[in-house]
């Protein structure tokens, strides 16, 4: 599969521990977002990179949360001290900064904070 | 700030019958707008997509969406629905610009009953 991959598919975790997700975009991509869906909504956009630099970051982006894309390659969503309310899948995505809008979504990484 | 409405969460067809998903933006510049499609267990997907030109864009599987700037709409439509159309269905919009991001609706759940 030459797709977006994400992991872990899913989290379980306790109030206040930290999670890392994992993307994996497709090679050619020089563009990764990150997106959260709750139940009944549409995704909502978190932050996105073009290359290593993250050049947006929504406000929905608290302070326990930081991305990175070291390399350009891969990226990782890290949340500290994780609360109730980030239970959520989180999506990660790929393009080519031409295809705008034209994104290609991995399958998610649910996040479930018990 | 830029946003779509969805006008229905939920809609349930018999097969055969036809479809019209309703969507609005609020941007009064130029945007690019899309459908993104998500079959039970699967990753979004792109269906398909109007940047310019003619109004009425044609996607996979039959589904085609109208622009109509006047009316800031871009409704979904599909004259004769199947089994396996049932999914959700994001209607999203990007603004024309290399540094924007896709903001999403909520989205749409279709269910086609056979």
């Known amino acids: 599969d030459t797709g977006v991959s994400q992991d872990p598919r899913h989290k379980i975790t306790k109030r206040g521990q930290n999670v890392t997700f994992r993307c994996d975009p497709i090679?050619?991509?020089?563009?990764l977002y990150w997106y959260r869906q709750t139940l009944g909504q549409g995704p909502e956009f978190l932050t996105y990179f073009q290359n290593e630099a993250q050049l947006e970051k929504s406000r929905l982006l608290s302070d326990r949360f930081s991305a990175e894309r070291p390399k350009g390659s891969f990226s990782t969503l890290e949340i500290q001290r994780t609360e109730q309310g980030d239970s959520a899948m989180y999506l990660c995505?790929?393009?080519?900064?031409?295809?705008?809008?034209?994104?290609?979504f991995g399958s998610g990484t649910r996040l479930t904070v018990v | 700030a830029q946003s779509v409405s969805q006008h229905n969460h939920h809609v349930i067809l018999s097969e055969a019958a036809s479809l019209e998903l309703g969507c609005n933006y609020s941007?009064?510049?130029?945007?690019?707008l899309f459908w993104y499609v998500q079959y039970p267990g699967q990753h979004l997907q792109l269906l398909l997509k109007y940047f310019s030109g003619d109004p009425l864009v044609k996607g996979i599987k039959g589904f085609e969406a109208e622009f109509i700037k006047s009316k800031f709409s871009f409704n979904l439509r599909k004259p004769s629905v199947q089994w396996s159309d049932t999914a959700e269905y994001f209607c999203a919009v990007i603004l024309n610009s290399g540094y924007s991001t896709l903001t999403f609706g909520k989205g749409t759940m279709l269910l086609v009953s056979p």
């Open positions: 941007y009064g510049g130029t945007v690019n």
């Open positions: 090679s050619e991509h020089n563009r």
């Open positions: 995505a790929s393009s080519l900064d031409r295809e705008l809008g034209g994104y290609t």
